[in-house]
């Protein structure tokens, strides 16, 4: 009862920002970011939803529905939430690991229950493993893989060589446990979960000391579980494409300019979109998908 009573109470504080005002010199006030996110491809308001449902919840649900899901239908259309002051409660999520302790109780069941289920099925084939080794005979160490299945393109991971790979997964062990972020072969990974699309992009000349570095970080990642609440100042929790944008980060010579955007409800995110936007990243494979036009998304 007393675990149920302070996420109500977790709950009820974190949501209610959205419309109570507070003065600036509250511990709530939110702070300046450190990541420069561009706002784009917000859709306008359609409508309110049902007042009975759990504000922060549906909002979880919808971030992850929209940006990281695969093609799975949970039975829930997407939304768009009325929520003006959403900036201000991602502010407060980053900054009060209180708050966010327990709203991870909340997201992580929303994507236990919702999201670890089989995708659509379509016309488009999977990749099979004659396919799969094609590609690892273009792919050099550092490179970056984007995927996805039927009609979503939302998975991105870092390769190592000789088949490696790290990524951040939101799918569940036997034990109903979030898998996080994991070491793997790309062979494996593709056997085991449906993939039909990949777009590969690479660092131009990356040096071996900044490979090194890249993957001393992607390596110090594992075991890191997955991160519900999307949150990018954070480091305790990653999900897959924030887990990718802070490996690129250890690149000392010629940093690749990938940056975050503003979604919606006031989230700072960086999805498969913004690193397919950086102009400093080569295009090097594709399969059944081709790479948007960089430098289209952000100013840089």
Known sequence: MKKIALLGILTTLITSCATSPMPLNSSFAPQPQRINAQSFGDAPFQRVQKPDEDLS?????????????????????????????????????????LVRKGLYLISDKIIKREFNKPGKKDATPRINPSQVQEMLKVLKPGDIVLCGNNDSFVHALVYLGNDQIIH??????????????IKETLSGYAKRVARDKFVVLRKPNLTPQDFNKMSAYAHSAIGTSYDSLFLLSTKDRLYCTEMVYHTLQQIRQGKPRVMAHKAKYGWDLFTVEDLMDSPDLQTVYEFQRKRNTPAKLHRY
Request: hydrophobic share 35%; no cysteine.
């Open 57 to 97: 919840s549906r909002i979880l649900r919808n971030i992850y529905k929209e940006n990281f899901a695969d093609d799975i239908d949970n039975g829930r259309r997407a939304e768009n939430i009325s929520m003006p002051r959403g900036g201000f409660i991602y502010g407060s999520l980053n900054r009060l690991s």
């Open 168 to 181: 951040s997964l939101a799918q569940l062990t036997s034990d109903g446990k979030f898998v996080g972020t």
